[in-house]
């Protein structure tokens, strides 16, 4: 890659607000990732989070400010949005896949079928990608045979098959057996390894402080601290993320 890409912003949140009525859940959100890097975002039940992450994905109208992506502002129309989402990947708690549809058929729908790539291609990285994720012998299972980290990792196959320009995980191991949380996590290690640009909510604080190249904590909606991933956990700077932290300890 040129080095003129290196600071490239890959993703621009300003001044973002989004409400349910009168409840004004994100307030004035600005932060700017740049391409292969990961931010975590963490803050207490209710701050915020996944409402962010929804309104990453288009999932949520907002009510003000501006996302851009890769240097062009989001116009919010749904065609728009479904464009990105062949760009924007996301993954969250609940495991997605289709039930009646096997792993394999679950992977292909999107490349083939949205990004109408040819089927000869995208099965050939999805068997590379299983393969990596040594989940090849379930290439023709369904859903309900897989463990709930299988599931997850499938769920990100599938999400990766759409060669993602940034990745969205949204509490990704909150609803998996403590055996399964590493499986998961080792996978998204990988994923930021390979300079994934990723942006992650997680409750896991160790592999937070792995993977965090910055860190968000919010509070009420709005960012109450940034800082780097190793600068947030060896030294927050408020008594909100202080006592976050040992909540989590
Ligand atoms: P977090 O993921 O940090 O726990 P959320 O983004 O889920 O927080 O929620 C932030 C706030 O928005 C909470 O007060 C929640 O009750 C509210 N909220 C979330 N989704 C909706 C919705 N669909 N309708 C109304 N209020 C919502
Ligand atoms: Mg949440």
């Known amino acids: 890659m040129a080095d003129s890409n290196n600071d490239e912003i890959l993703l621009s949140v300003q001044h973002l607000k989004k409400a349910y009525g ?7 959100i600005s932060f700017d990732v740049p391409r292969g890097k990961v931010f975590v975002l963490l803050g207490p039940s209710g701050s915020g989070k996944s409402t962010l992450i929804r309104c990453l994905n288009g999932l949520e109208t907002i009510q003000g400010g501006t996302i851009s992506f890769k240097g062009k502002p989001i116009d ?104 399964m949380v590493r499986e998961v996590l080792e996978l998204m290690l990988g ?22 190249d910055t860190v968000l904590f919010l509070e009420n909606g709005v960012i109450l601290e940034r800082q780097s991933g190793h600068g947030f956990f060896a030294n927050p700077e408020t008594d909100r993320a202080k006592a976050f932290l040992e909540s989590m300890a």
Not at 22 to 28: F, G, R, Y
């Open 22 to 28: 009168d409840h004004e859940v994100l307030k004035d």
């Open 76 to 179: 919010g129309s749904e065609k728009t949005w479904r464009k990105l989402r062949t760009e924007i990947g996301m993954v969250f708690q609940s495991y997605d896949l289709f039930p009646n549809l096997t792993v394999a058929q679950n992977i292909l729908l999107g490349p083939t079928k949205v990004q109408k790539r040819p089927k000869a291609e995208v099965e050939q990285q999805m068997d590379k990608l299983l393969a990596d994720v040594q989940l090849s012998e379930y290439k023709n299972a369904y859903p309900r045979e897989l463990s709930g980290g299988q599931k997850q990792r499938i769920a990100i196959v599938r999400a990766l098959t759409m060669n993602p320009e940034l990745m969205l995980f949204d509490e990704v191991t909150a609803s998996l057996d403590p055996e």
């Open 191 to 212: 994923l930021a390894e390979h300079h994934m640009t990723m942006i992650v909510v997680t409750h896991e604080m160790e592999f937070a402080r792995r993977v965090a």
